[in-house]
């Protein structure tokens, strides 16, 4: 008898849920931009970063991989989606923003290929039966000022046919291009701790130079970017590979006359929090 009314009492409930929940019919179909979120499925930083400092300096040329959402029906046919640039405010940078900094902004058809160029057409749809669309935003080098400053891009959903934008959370993707070293956003303490000492650019600039992998954003989110998920042994090789190699190197650089590796403030470049007892020379 109470199991019979147990399960009454439960339908009931489920029954009563039901009557409050509106079927949608919104005619409105939004599209809004996806971010990157860490290892853990954390989205801690809406800025995407990237520099050609990884690249040959014969790469010109390159291609970052954005992702947008719909929401509302499915459709059975294609639909086009519009995009497009607008200026880049100091509470878009957050942390980043510094006051009085001047903030540079992309220029279509210099340092990127325009959203309405013919060879994007293709790209920026969204396909029958889908809700997601993933579309290249092609980077230029041409600029020798890209080695000076970074600059920023703010993309937003244009409002067409098919497509509104998406709700605040998610209506623009903000994008930092430079040719300069840039600390990734996953050194933190972590990788402080573990291996890599206190950031300095110089010394990324060794990591990268001297690594048989690549030392960017993505390897040190991959690696960094869950605290509960760090593994102690890579860890460990990487604090006795990037000492060994940097030993080998200030060897180097004395044989040649030349001062240990140190930052542009002249404080010498070390791994791990114990480098003040190693020996780099």
Request: net charge negative; aromatic share 16%.
């Amino acid at each position: 008898m109470k199991k019979i009314i147990l399960m009454m009492a439960v339908a009931g409930m489920l029954f009563s849920c039901n009557e409050k929940w509106e079927v949608y019919n919104s005619s409105e179909n939004r599209l809004g931009f996806d971010y990157d979120a860490n290892s853990s499925g954390i989205v801690e930083d809406s800025i995407k970063r990237f520099t050609f400092v990884y690249e040959p300096q014969d790469i010109i040329i390159d291609t970052i991989w954005l992702k947008v959402n719909t929401l509302g029906f499915l459709s059975d046919k294609d639909r086009a989606f519009e995009l497009e640039q607008v200026e880049v405010l100091p509470s878009d940078l957050g942390d980043d923003y510094v006051e009085g900094m001047t903030i540079y902004n992309l220029e279509p058809g210099l340092h990127y290929v325009p959203f309405d160029d013919p060879s994007m057409e293709k790209y920026l749809v969204v396909k029958a039966g889908e809700n997601t669309a993933t579309f290249p935003f092609v980077v230029k080098r041409d600029d020798p000022k890209l080695k000076e400053s970074k600059f920023w891009i703010k993309i937003k959903v244009k409002d067409n046919e098919n497509f509104i934008q998406s709700y605040s959370t998610d209506q623009f993707r903000i994008i930092e291009i430079s040719d300069i070293i840039t600390k990734p956003a996953a050194w933190n303490g972590y990788p402080d701790y573990y291996f890599a000492g206190e950031y300095g650019p110089e010394k990324l600039r060794f990591m990268i130079d001297n690594s048989d992998w690549r030392v960017d954003d993505d390897w040190f989110n991959d690696n960094f970017g869950d605290p509960y998920n760090i593994d102690m042994g890579y860890t460990g090789y990487l604090s006795s590979y990037y000492t060994d190699k940097l030993i080998k190197y200030n060897r180097e650089r004395k044989a040649q006359g030349l001062d240990v590796l140190k930052e542009s403030n002249g404080k010498i470049v070390r791994f791990t929090l114990y480098g003040e007892e190693l020996n780099y020379e």
